[in-house]
C-alpha cells in the first residue's frame, strides 16, 4: 500500500505562487507515473500535470501550461507542484495520485493511489 500526503496548498493572491509537495509512503513510488488533478467548487476532477517514473517526460493541461511544473525528487519518494502566476481560476482542491503497473493471475492492471488533497485559494 501506498499512502499520499498533499502540503503546500493555501491562499495567495492572484499573480502569486506556490509549491505544492505530495510526500508518499509505504512503499517507493521511484518506479510509479504520478499525476496532480484539482476539482474546484461545482465542478468536475479536472487533469493539471502527468510526469512519467524518471521525470524526463511531463504533460500538462493546457489551462496550465507555462505556469506550472511537476517535478519529482525519487530519492524522498515526493512529487512537486510548482505554481505561478496563479489565476483566482486555478482554486481548487489539488490532490496526486501514483500508478502502479501490476501483475497477477487475471493479467496486468493498474492500482492508482491517491492523496486527500490540499486546498489553494487564490485571491483577485
Known amino acids: 500500500q501506498v499512502q499520499l500526503v498533499e502540503s503546500g496548498g493555501g491562499l495567495v493572491q492572484a499573480g502569486g505562487s506556490l509549491r505544492l509537495s505530495c510526500a508518499a509512503s509505504g512503499r517507493p513510488v521511484s518506479t510509479y507515473n504520478m499525476g496532480w488533478y484539482r476539482q474546484a467548487p461545482g465542478k468536475d476532477d479536472e487533469f493539471v500535470a502527468d510526469i512519467d517514473w524518471t521525470g524526463g517526460s511531463t504533460i500538462y493541461a493546457d489551462s496550465v501550461k507555462g505556469r506550472f511544473t511537476i517535478s519529482r525528487d525519487n530519492a524522498k519518494n515526493t512529487l512537486y507542484l510548482q505554481m505561478n502566476s496563479l489565476k483566482p481560476e486555478d482554486t481548487a482542491i489539488y490532490s496526486c495520485?501514483?500508478?502502479?503497473?501490476?501483475?497477477?493471475?487475471?493479467?496486468?492492471?493498474?492500482?492508482?493511489?491517491w492523496g486527500q488533497g490540499t486546498q489553494v485559494t487564490v485571491s483577485s
Open positions: 495520485n501514483a500508478r502502479a503497473a501490476e501483475s497477477g493471475d487475471s493479467g496486468d492492471y493498474t492500482t492508482i493511489y
